[in-house]
C-alpha cells in the first residue's frame, strides 16, 4: 500500500535500488500487456471511458479519475496530460489499466460493504485501518463537517450515511463514500469507507486499499490547503 518507499539496508550496505518502484514498473507492464489483449473498446464501454478514433494522431481513451481527466494513447497505453494537470503517477495509471481491464465483465450489485467484506479483505485490513481510517478519523473526528468541504476538489457530494459522509467519484462507475461518526456519551467518533460489493470486480483488494489511501491522504491535503 506504500505509494513509495526508500532504499534500505541490507547486509550493512545501502542498497540504491528501490525495489518498490522496479515492482511498480513490472505491475505497469503486467497491466499494459493485460489491457493489450483484450477488447478495448468493451473495456471503455463497460467502464465508462470514451474511446475516441483520430484520423491525424493516436487513438485515445479519457476518463475521470479523483476528478482529474485522464488520457490514454494506444496502441502504447501511455498516459498524456494537459498542462494544467497533473500527470498520473505510476499506482494512479496501474489502477486504472487494471480498472478498465476487468469492466469488460465487470458489474455493480448495488449492495454497499466496508473494506473486511472483500474476498481478500482480510488479508491487508490491518494496514487499511492504520493507513486509511486511523488517518481519516484523526483528522475529520473531532471536526467531521470540515469533510464535506475537503472533498469538494474530488467532486466528493454529502451523502446520506452516517453523522457526515461524502460520495467521491473515484472511477466512472467506482464511488467511494466516507463516513464519520461524532463522539457520544458513551463512544468516541468513528470512521469508514463504504462502497458497492462489486467494486472488488473491477479492482482486487490491494488496488481498493491504494486507492482508499490516496483518497484519505487528498481530503487531508484539502482540509489544511
Known sequence: MEAAQ?????NHCIVSK?????AYRDALHCAQKALRSLDITA???NGGAVLTNNATS???INLRFLNRPMRITLPDLCFSADQDVETASIWEQIIILHYLANSRQAGLHDTLINFRR???GALYAEPFERRCIQPLLATFGTKPGRLIKAAAPLDGKPA???DYAVRIPALPRLDFICCLWKSDAEFGPDATILFDSGAENFLCAEDIAV??????LKLIKNNVS
Open 6 to 10: 526508500p532504499a534500505y539496508k541490507k
Open 18 to 22: 528501490n525495489t518498490f518502484q522496479i
Open 43 to 45: 473495456c471503455c464501454a
Open 58 to 60: 493516436a487513438d485515445t
Open 118 to 120: 472483500l474476498r481478500d
Open 160 to 162: 446520506d450515511f452516517a
Open 211 to 216: 486507492l482508499c489511501q490516496q483518497i484519505v
